[in-house]
């Protein structure tokens, strides 16, 4: 008969408190508006171009503001925003994206 498995304390699974959910609330909270402030930013003209310095992806918008990699990663991923093509390989990210207005 095989043994019933005991929990250890690696199986207990902390029960998150106020504090840390408000905290991530706060996080989540910040991240929507950076990205919606990029996305308005792009809807009035602007583009987000991609460059390398370093070694490491820099992200910045026509008027040189920088945009975090991980907001630039989620505009690019939504279905307003394209690549203009210039990237220098077929299977690279390209350098500038834009916004479409999509019809409905």
Known sequence: MPETPVLGKEAIVPIPTV????????????????????????????????????????????????????????VIDGPSVVGVGDGLFGDCLGQTWRYVEIER
């Not at 609330?25 to 390398?52: C, F, I, K, T």
């Not at 008027?63 to 630039?72: N, Q, S, Y």
Request: hydrophobic fraction near 40%.
């Open 19 to 74: 504090s840390s959910l408000a905290c991530t609330r706060r996080r989540s909270q910040r991240r929507l508006n950076n990205l919606l402030a990029v996305l308005d930013e792009m809807r009035s003209g602007q583009a987000l171009h991609l460059y390398y310095d370093r070694g490491r992806a820099v992200w910045v918008l026509t008027d040189g503001r920088e945009v975090r990699p991980d907001i630039a990663r989620l």
